[in-house]
């Protein structure tokens, strides 16, 4: 029907799709000093950068689950990444790697953290760690790898010097998928692309004829971007996780 | 870590230099960095790529070059100027800058833009009219077809690419460095909710035909403030999959107000801009998105080609029409029988002027275009009629020619001449000849 008033220019924003983040970060003893302090650093520092990444319809939201001798989110829910504030996070403690990993399954779920009748992408969750898992992490991982969310979910894992790679391999389903830093020196680099590039690929472009999307719970297509972004900035022979043998390791 | 610092001077393959002229770049993406310069004299930016597939791209390389060489369709390309030589195994182009206060388009989506201060504030973004908004649609859609019309496609169509001015509805096309002639493609597929159903499915790769079909979703977001194929049916799956978007964009998109399946319709809460506009709009804009997002779908042909949305939005442009209440609403459906035209606010009646198909509402300060008026125009900038009162006798309304030949006027068998820069008092049932091919009639009240 025509020919009634109405104002054509007053709106509300158009509506967006959910992108959650999910950081797991390791604030064990062992992060303490200068670890925990290029994390806090990098994501004050990225966390405006990603603000306008995804474009009109995506609205990118932040939940982080520190975890140590125990777990605990940052915010009791996801919160929008144009408010969301880094709270500084400091280390100390043990591991418990599958506590955290049970923690991300209960809250991975439409009655928690990705309620409707909000439209979500596929979630992205980062894994950062410098150690070994102190508790019975690939017990807690094997639950975990049952949640739908987590199975169509872009997993990137984060290890540190020393740490387990088979638990990271485990957790990403895919050695690609996981970066590595002998010292940590490029730590604050590793998080950054990690973060600008899965939010892109979360909530923008997917490469054509990519196929791979055949089960509904696949998330193939974003580790094959993912990896492919991975190879564009950081070349196809140089891998990020040995280009910082010299650095010194001293002072943490 | 910046490529370059202020000072260096990049080298262009038309020789000459680029000169940055600020250390950090005014922004970084996935692609690369974009440098404030100094070319031939004047400001401009520097898309410098960091990007190893693109920097390494010998084709990609030579179709901006290509781009520089041809010239922009038109003036409303950021288009590639010059490119620059390599420098430390990678290479740049220069482009024009943009206006500073102009917006972004998803910011208009957003209705308001991000500060980049801490913490961020946000700045409503809206257009200062309805015609500015118009004005946008309606070079969004010439520069597509000026692109088209020289073999070329932009591939990439999505809300980050068109930059904007709220105050008057003059657009920018950015981020031009993925034109290439028609059925050449560099890799770049688009963006969510934008590409066409055989780019999501892999089937084809990007062409003047998924172009259209981006365009259809940028006018439909740009009127309508919503997704055309995002309702119910998407909503219920929750969690938007690779598999799920495939589905729901590629396999089996439903537009929400598809004629006869209801089973995808805007859902209250989350859609309820479309909710509330799309009844608003005449019917001859919504059959061009019907058609666009149905019959379009799969059979890529018939989608609306430039031609047809402009010719649509050039008469919604004149069938929109503000009282001197304030009230807005588009000419309803009734107004050719009833001879008039009638705000719905105040129930204030204006005459009308039939163009063609177009009805155009006499109101004070309407104006119709050269392509209104003038037989084989395309000019749909130049005015040349306008609604004005007579300075003499305060409440009289009359038609002024601003165009460059004699109109002539013909009522109740009489007939007379009307040169430019006159005007001539609107009565009902009066014909005016703008040229010979060309008329149109005050319609008689009933």
New interface residues.
């Given amino acids: 029907?025509?020919?009634?008033?109405?104002?054509?220019?007053e709106?509300?924003?158009?509506?967006r799709?959910r992108l959650v983040l999910f950081y797991l970060i390791d604030v064990s003893g062992s992060m303490d000093g200068q670890k925990i302090g290029v994390v806090n650093q990098v994501m004050e520092e990225v966390i405006?950068e990603i603000?306008?990444v995804g474009?009109?319809?995506s609205d990118i939201q932040l939940a982080v689950l520190t975890f140590s001798s125990g777990t605990s989110w940052m915010y009791p829910q996801p919160s929008s990444i144009?408010?969301f504030?880094w709270s500084r996070l400091s280390a100390d403690g043990m591991t418990s790697m599958g506590g955290a990993f049970l923690e991300l399954d209960n809250k991975m779920s439409?009655s928690a953290f990705?309620s409707?009748?909000h439209?979500?992408?596929?979630p992205v969750v980062f894994l950062l760690t410098d150690g070994y898992p102190t508790d019975d992490a690939l017990g807690a991982l094997e639950k975990l790898k049952l949640n739908?969310?987590f199975k169509?979910s872009l997993k990137v894992a984060l290890g540190i010097g020393d740490f387990d790679r088979d638990i990271l391999e485990a957790f990403t389903g895919n050695p690609e998928l996981v970066l590595s830093t002998a010292t940590g020196k490029n730590l604050a680099q590793l998080i950054r692309f990690a973060t600008?590039?899965s939010s892109?690929i979360g909530?923008?472009?997917?490469?054509?004829?990519?196929?791979?999307?055949?089960?509904?719970?696949?998330?193939?297509?974003?580790e094959k971007a993912f990896i492919d972004?991975k190879?564009?900035?950081f070349?196809d022979e140089q891998n990020p996780t040995v280009d910082d043998i010299d650095m010194d390791d001293s002072g943490w | 870590m910046s490529s370059f610092s202020s000072g260096d001077r990049i080298p262009l393959m038309t020789g000459g230099y680029a000169k940055v002229v600020r250390d950090a770049p005014l922004g970084s993406g996935?692609q690369g960095e974009v440098y404030l310069v100094e070319y031939k004299g004047t400001q401009h930016a520097l898309k410098w790529y960091t990007?190893?597939?693109m920097r390494t791209s010998v084709e990609f390389k030579e179709n901006i070059r290509k781009n520089v060489y041809d010239g922009a369709p038109s003036e409303r390309f950021a288009w590639p100027l010059d490119v620059t030589e390599d420098v430390n195994g990678s290479f740049g182009y220069v482009m024009r800058l943009l206006p500073k206060d102009n917006e972004e388009?998803?910011?208009?989506?957003?209705?308001?833009r991000?500060t980049?201060t801490?913490?961020?504030r946000?700045v409503p973004v809206?257009?200062a009219?309805?015609p500015c908004?118009i004005r946008a649609a309606i070079q969004v859609v010439d520069s597509f077809a000026a692109l088209h019309r020289v073999g070329k496609s932009y591939q990439?169509l999505?809300?980050?690419g068109i930059s904007m001015d709220m105050s008057t509805g003059d657009i920018i096309i950015c981020d031009c460095d993925n034109i290439a002639p028609d059925r050449t493609n560099f890799?770049?597929?688009?963006?969510?909710?934008y590409?066409a159903p055989e780019?999501?499915l892999?089937?084809k790769?990007?062409d003047v035909y998924s172009d259209r079909f981006s365009l259809a979703v940028i006018l439909f977001?740009l009127?309508f403030?919503?997704?055309p194929f995002?309702g119910a049916k998407?909503?219920k799956?929750?969690?938007?999959?690779?598999?799920?978007?495939?589905k729901y964009y590629g396999e089996e998109p439903v537009f929400i107000y598809h004629p006869t399946d209801s089973s995808n319709r805007p859902?209250e809460?989350?859609?309820?801009?479309v909710i509330?506009?799309w009844?608003?709009?005449?019917q001859y804009l919504k059959d061009l998105f019907t058609r666009a997002f149905v019959d379009g779908l799969k059979e890529t042909s018939k989608r609306p080609i430039e031609i047809e949305w402009m010719s649509a939005l050039i008469r919604l442009r004149s069938e929109?029409f503000m009282c001197s209440c304030g009230?807005?609403?588009?000419?309803?459906?009734?107004?050719e029988k009833s001879g008039e035209c009638?705000?719905?606010?105040c129930g204030r009646s204006y005459p009308v002027l039939m163009l063609g198909k177009t009805r155009l509402p006499l109101a004070k300060d309407a104006v119709a275009y050269s392509c209104q008026t003038r037989f084989g125009s395309d000019d749909f900038e130049k005015i040349t009629l306008k609604v004005v009162e007579n300075r003499l006798k305060q409440g009289l309304m009359g038609l002024k020619n601003l165009d460059d030949c004699d109109w002539e006027v013909f009522l109740d068998g009489t007939r007379k001449s009307v040169q430019p820069d006159k005007g001539t008092e609107i009565v009902p049932g009066m014909r005016i000849e703008f040229d010979r091919k060309t008329s149109g009639t005050v319609l008689r009240r009933n």
Wanted: net charge neutral.
């Fill in positions: 029907m025509t020919g009634e008033a109405f104002d054509p220019l709106a509300e924003p158009i509506a799709k405006p603000r306008n474009g009109a319809d144009e408010t504030q439409r990705l409707a009748p439209l979500s992408f596929a739908r969310w169509s600008i590039s892109t909530s923008r472009s997917m490469g054509y004829g990519s196929g791979g999307a055949d089960s509904e719970d696949s998330s193939a297509l974003k972004m190879k564009d900035a070349g | 996935g990007s190893l597939k388009f998803s910011d208009f989506l957003r209705t308001y991000i980049k801490e913490p961020p946000r809206k257009f009219s309805f908004l990439d999505n809300d980050g890799g770049i597929a688009g963006k969510q909710g590409m780019i999501v892999g089937t790769t990007p977001k009127f403030r919503d997704d995002w998407v909503c799956c929750c969690n938007l999959t690779d598999y799920n978007y495939r859902v809460g989350i859609h309820d801009n509330r506009m009844g608003r709009y005449p929109s009230g807005f609403s588009f000419v309803s459906d009734d107004a009638t705000c719905p606010k």
